[in-house]
């Protein structure tokens, strides 16, 4: 029973993976006979209109073939369009991290504050609600016009989009410690500072650190949409110039490598909330 529960979930994931790249295979294999795509359609993205093939886009064993081209070079370097996949996830987690940093850096001090006191709360409050849903890429035409650097416009986007769910899941947080302990540094004659490390900051850290989590995701979703609209290089860069290539296959090893890295990066926040996370 034991066994069973434990492969039961890889087992099943693998079974769906199988019939989901069975079915992908057999929508991309053309029946006897049949042309249903037009050639020069065809010829332009790479596939022979008689090759067996029933529509225009890859079969698994292509897209498999160009990521495993992407895995045994991923640094490779043969001009301003053609960079390595390695190359531009470099520059996007790069750019992730400045901007995320940078968001930490502002929104988590700051929730402190809007945390510990009702009156900076309410005082910031107006400011929060008509900021907070502004679509960050709302933001890029200013930072454009303002910086006059895309990779830097770039990072600004990301700092603030990430610096919302930081800032509002640190005052939640803070403002959320219980009573009894507050009242307790009190009594002990606690002194604010030290308070504040040694009583709020812990208590706070599970959900300050679900904050960052959230962010990191936001950030990683926003840097690819930025990059197609900045271009140079990074991964959404990469998309969208394979795109203009019409190289699909190289589009879902692109999506594919988007995914991973940013699974990559929600597991690594959730173990760092698990090591703040104590049972009471």
Same mark, same amino acid.
């Given at each position: 029973?034991?066994?069973?529960?434990?492969?039961?979930?890889?087992?099943?994931?693998?079974?769906?993976?199988?019939?989901?790249?069975?079915?992908?295979?057999?929508?991309?294999?053309?029946?006897?006979?049949?042309?249903?795509?037009?050639?020069?359609?065809?010829?332009?993205?790479?596939?022979?209109?008689?090759?067996?093939?029933?529509?225009?886009?890859?079969?698994?064993?292509?897209?498999?073939?160009?990521?495993?081209?992407?895995?045994?070079?991923?640094?490779?370097?043969?001009?301003?369009?053609?960079?390595?996949?390695?190359?531009?996830?470099?520059?996007?987690?790069?750019?992730?991290? =400045?901007?995320?940093?940078? &968001?930490? +850096? #502002?929104?988590?001090?700051?929730?402190? %504050?809007? @945390?510990?006191?009702?009156?900076? !709360?309410?005082?910031?409050?107006?400011?929060?609600?008509?900021?907070?849903?502004?679509?960050?890429?709302?933001?890029?035409?200013?930072?454009?016009?303002?910086?006059?650097?895309?990779?830097?416009?770039?990072?600004?986007?990301?700092?603030?989009?990430?610096?919302?769910?930081?800032?509002?899941?640190?005052?939640?947080?803070?403002?959320?410690?219980?009573?009894?302990?507050?009242?307790?540094?009190?009594?002990?004659?606690?002194?604010?500072?030290?308070?504040?490390?040694?009583?709020?900051?812990?208590?706070?850290?599970?959900?300050?650190?679900?904050?960052?989590? =959230?962010?990191?995701?936001? &950030?990683? +979703? #926003?840097?690819?949409?930025?990059?197609? %609209?900045? @271009?140079?290089?990074?991964?959404? !860069?990469?998309?969208?110039?394979?795109?203009?290539?019409?190289?699909?296959?190289?589009?879902?090893?692109?999506?594919?490598?988007?995914?991973?890295?940013?699974?990559?990066?929600?597991?690594?926040?959730?173990?760092?909330?698990?090591?703040?996370?104590?049972?009471?």
């Amino acid at each position: 029973m034991k066994g069973l529960q434990f492969w039961g979930a890889p087992l099943l994931s693998a079974a769906i993976l199988l019939v989901f790249l069975a079915a992908w295979h057999a929508a991309t294999r053309q029946e006897a006979g049949a042309q249903v795509v037009d050639a020069e359609y065809a010829r332009l993205v790479g596939k022979a209109a008689a090759s067996g093939q029933k529509s225009a886009f890859p079969a698994p064993g292509d897209v498999g073939r160009k990521i495993w081209g992407h895995i045994t070079d991923p640094f490779y370097d043969k001009g301003p369009n053609d960079k390595g996949i390695g190359i531009q996830l470099a520059y996007s987690v790069a750019r992730v991290g =400045i901007g995320y940093l940078l &968001a930490a +850096l #502002v929104a988590i001090p700051i929730g402190f %504050l809007i @945390g510990m006191s009702p009156v900076i !709360y309410r005082a910031f409050d107006p400011f929060i609600q008509v900021l907070k849903p502004i679509s960050p890429l709302a933001w890029m035409p200013l930072a454009l016009f303002t910086l006059q650097d895309s990779n830097i416009s770039a990072i600004f986007v990301i700092f603030i989009c990430s610096m919302w769910p930081m800032l509002i899941n640190t005052a939640f947080g803070v403002a959320s410690v219980r009573r009894e302990w507050l009242n307790v540094a009190k009594t002990l004659e606690v002194g604010p500072v030290r308070k504040a490390f040694r009583v709020i900051l812990p208590a706070a850290a599970p959900t300050i650190m679900t904050g960052m989590r =959230i962010s990191i995701g936001i &950030a990683w +979703l #926003v840097i690819v949409a930025a990059e197609m %609209l900045v @271009g140079g290089t990074g991964i959404g !860069y990469f998309v969208w110039n394979e795109w203009n290539n019409l190289s699909i296959a190289n589009i879902i090893s692109g999506i594919l490598a988007i995914g991973l890295v940013g699974m990559l990066l929600d597991l690594s926040l959730a173990r760092l909330t698990k090591l703040v996370t104590f049972p009471e």
